[in-house]
């Protein structure tokens, strides 16, 4: 559960980017589906910096001839609040079959502090702590004691001598050496 109020678009797109990843996990592979589910509230509420509300443009094409759409942050605001998170937030993600299969549907973002994930969520659920503007050594996404102690990855050993790594090689062929 993430409360988007009067945070900053895009250091709140970065936190959520990476728990639906599951880099705030001991366990994280880049090539398999290890994030959660994330529940924004509040999503009319988010900030900008500087100019962005008037000078930021959202664009995009019908496909038709001449179709170039754009509307400005505060236009896009007014219209549906929701795709200004949702456009941040998979925008820094890799476009890729993960991210198309499973991150685009765990996230759900909601305008207003209502939302149907209730029963889900755990009672005594807090949200995630505000995102700060400098990102210190000991912040980790709200999530200190997620993992448990004795989980870790196992390290992954690559030697560095080409020789020992080459294959299974024919008896008229060989490699020469670098």
């Known amino acids: 559960l993430v409360n988007a109020e009067n945070q900053t678009v895009g250091r709140l797109a970065v936190q959520v980017a ?5 880099k705030h996990k001991p366990t994280f592979l880049p090539n398999k589906d290890m994030g ?10 988010v900030n900008f910096t500087g100019k962005k ?4 443009l959202y664009r995009w094409h ?3 001839p001449g179709g170039l759409k754009q509307r400005t942050a505060t236009e896009m605001l007014e219209k549906n609040p929701i795709n200004i998170l949702r456009k941040a937030i998979l925008g820094m993600m890799k476009k890729n079959t993960l991210r198309h299969s499973f991150h ?21 659920v807090k949200p995630l702590p505000p995102v700060p503007r400098a990102l ?5 996404f709200g999530l200190e004691t997620y993992a448990q ?6 390290e992954i050993r690559v030697s560095k001598n080409r020789k020992k790594n080459r294959p299974y090689t024919r008896k008229y062929r060989s490699y020469p050496d670098f």
């Open 18 to 22: 990476q728990i639906l990843r599951g």
């Open 36 to 45: 959660d589910h994330v529940v924004i509230i509040n999503a009319e509420k």
């Open 53 to 56: 509300w008037t000078q930021k």
């Open 62 to 64: 019908t496909g038709y």
């Open 104 to 124: 685009e549907k765990r996230l759900k973002i909601y305008t207003g502090p209502e939302h149907p994930h209730t029963i889900e969520l755990p009672d005594n």
């Open 136 to 140: 210190n050594g000991d912040f980790h």
């Open 149 to 154: 102690p004795e989980t870790f990855q196992e």
